[in-house]
């Protein structure tokens, strides 16, 4: 069994110093991977409850860092450890720019980055209500 790890970030724990903490410790506790995902907009006014507990989105959504850079920035602290993104939403990226970032990530670690990805977003993301975080 291969064992991935979540870096922090999203939420209040999210920077260079707990990114590098973290990507360290888990290289050396020999976890698989290491990920991130991706959040941009946040609905102000939401069509539809979020799924969970009380309908609302997680204050930890609120805060994120960009998924790429935070793996640009986690290769340069590692050497082995595989490097993914949970969901990249296609239609925030121009094709040719983003297989340049996933491939400038793999540089001197071929074949350690794992993406994976969306057409987009949830309608109440998506909707004209929304606010940039």
């Known amino acids: 069994m291969r064992l991935g790890f979540f870096l922090p970030s999203i939420g209040p724990l999210a920077g260079p110093d707990a990114l590098a903490q973290v990507a360290s410790r888990a290289e050396e506790l020999?976890?698989?991977s290491l990920w991130t995902t991706e959040r941009l907009l946040v609905p102000l006014?939401?069509?539809a409850p979020y799924p969970a507990a009380d309908g609302r989105i997680p204050e930890v959504y609120k805060t994120?860092?960009?998924?790429l850079?935070?793996?640009t920035f986690?290769?340069?602290q590692t050497s082995r450890i595989g490097l993914g993104v949970s969901v990249l939403n296609l239609p925030w990226y121009n094709p040719p720019l983003?297989?340049?970032r996933?491939?400038?990530i793999d540089v001197g670690r071929p074949r350690s980055t794992r993406p994976s990805a969306a057409p987009g977003t949830s309608a109440a993301s998506a909707s004209r209500k929304r606010s940039r975080r």
Request: aromatic share 4%; net charge negative.
């Open 30 to 32: 020999g976890f698989d």
């Open 45 to 47: 006014e939401p069509s």
């Open 64 to 67: 994120t860092l960009d998924p």
């Open 69 to 71: 850079h935070s793996l």
């Open 74 to 76: 986690v290769a340069g």
């Open 98 to 100: 983003l297989a340049r």
């Open 102 to 104: 996933l491939t400038t």
